[in-house]
């Protein structure tokens, strides 16, 4: 697989999630996640810290996105600067990346890509074309999803299953997931949207996705019910995998028409 090198600061420090069920067996550096394993060969990532984000915009990327919170334009820039240089290293060109209808970057014709940012972390992960025709990326604290917002996001079938985790948890003597199950779901379901917008052009409803985690693995297989931009139905199955560390979850998604 081809790889970014990261991005160290010399004050590096490692930090590990304490969730032992879903951690690999690794450390990582805090200023940056390797997060290659999300995907197959081809495809290239970046994930750095907020300690290490570039603030490189491109003129008409700075006017694009208007008068905005400092919040709003140091993750913005710091997508777009992670991103340039990822499609550079598979194009030879850094091309400016604008705002498309839906909200969404708008990427070189020969590349497919995707941008997920926390407070803390921003990740990117670009391919070219002929490698892939979906690709999603997503960045969460992982914490517990408020009850009332599991509601809006999980299946019957995926409340059933996380009660089922939590229950085999407990009886092997490891804490119940709980609310964080929910909120890898989530995560996961946020990478789906992202990866299947180049072939939907629509609004997918959480519930139009249905999730099942294999833990052991720490991926999962969904299946995507739901109309495109032309009312016309669409069935999609997504592999995927996810990856817990410093204390965030790291969902991948990537698919082949």
């Not at 970046?46 to 905005?68: K, N």
């Not at 993750?75 to 969404?104: C, D, K, M, N, P």
């Not at 999962?220 to 019910?225: I, K, L, M, Q, S």
């Amino acid at each position: 697989m081809l790889k970014m090198e990261n991005h160290m600061a010399t004050s590096a420090q490692l930090c590990t999630s304490g969730e032992e069920l879903f951690l690999p067996d690794r450390q990582t550096l805090i200023t940056s996640v390797d997060i290659s394993s999300l995907f197959s060969a081809g495809v290239l990532t970046r994930c750095d810290h907020r300690d290490s984000w570039l603030d490189e915009l491109a003129q008409a990327e700075r006017a694009q996105i208007g008068d905005v919170c400092e919040k709003r334009y140091t993750e913005f820039a710091a997508g777009r600067s992670q991103a340039r240089r990822l499609i550079a290293s598979l194009t030879g060109v850094s091309e400016t990346l604008l705002i498309g209808e839906y909200r969404q970057p708008v990427w070189p014709r020969s590349v497919i890509g995707s941008i997920s940012h926390s407070d803390l972390y921003c990740a990117v992960a670009v391919a070219p074309k002929s490698v892939l025709d979906g690709i999603g990326i997503d960045v969460e604290p992982f914490e517990e999803l408020v009850p009332e917002v599991a509601d809006v996001v999980l299946t019957d079938l995926e409340q059933s299953a996380t009660a089922g985790l939590d229950k085999l948890l407990a009886q092997s003597g490891r804490d119940p997931m709980g609310g964080k199950a929910h909120k890898l779901i989530f995560s996961i379901k946020e990478a789906i949207y992202k990866c299947c917008h180049s072939r939907v052009r629509a609004f997918i409803d959480f519930k139009q996705c249905n999730v099942t985690l294999d833990p052991e693995n720490f991926s999962y297989h969904a299946v995507v019910d739901c109309h495109d931009h032309n009312g016309d139905s669409v069935h999609l199955e997504i592999r995927g995998k996810w990856l817990i560390s410093c204390g965030h979850i790291f969902a991948g998604a990537e698919f082949r028409a």
